[in-house]
């Protein structure tokens, strides 16, 4: 896996059961196999799908201090699959703000609906963010999140249960 550069807790092997390994082990080939021998000629369909929950309660909005969000603008996925971030514009109680989430789809058996594990909001509105970069950290237990800004560039570190910047 450090080879292709997918993050340590990613794929937790020394815990994972018999069953769970072979999953992940023969995932590209089984991916490939479908690229080249598609079971229509349509294409390529999702073979599963996950909700991705598009709102935030009430709680989670005052928590954070928002007023009201958008739909999702980005999503970046990190090597290996499993984490992701978003980002969508949100607004605070007085300027255009951008949410930034860490999800989790999980390894192998994967829930109908996931849900963020960190989360963080940027002082800037997503419309104004640039060359957004998600990425593992060289341990594999983090990840980064940068992005440029017209007046400045920023840089995020996103662990498995919490964001600190």
Not at 14 to 38: G, N, Q, Y
Not at 45 to 67: G, W
Not at 77 to 83: C, I, L, S, V
Request: proline share 6%; charged share 20%.
């Amino acid at each position: 896996m450090d080879e292709h550069n997918i993050p340590a807790i990613t794929f937790p092997t020394s815990t994972m059961d018999k069953s769970s390994l072979e999953c992940i082990a023969l995932a590209p080939r089984k991916f490939r196999h479908l690229l080249r021998h598609p079971t229509n000629s349509d294409g390529l369909y999702p073979r599963t799908a996950r909700i991705l929950v598009n709102h935030l309660s009430t709680s989670e909005l005052d928590s954070q201090d928002l007023s009201c969000l958008s739909d999702y603008k980005t999503i970046l996925m990190a090597p290996g699959g499993r984490f992701f971030v978003t980002l969508r514009e949100a607004h605070s109680k007085t300027s255009a703000v951008t949410l930034v989430q860490l999800w989790d789809l999980g390894i192998v058996t994967l829930p109908d609906k996931i849900t963020s594990l960190a989360s963080v909001v940027l002082k800037v509105s997503a419309k104004k963010i640039q060359h957004p970069l998600f990425s593992p950290s060289p341990d594999g237990k983090t990840f980064y999140f940068s992005y440029g800004h017209i007046k400045r560039s920023s840089f995020f570190l996103f662990g498995c249960h919490g964001a600190v910047t």
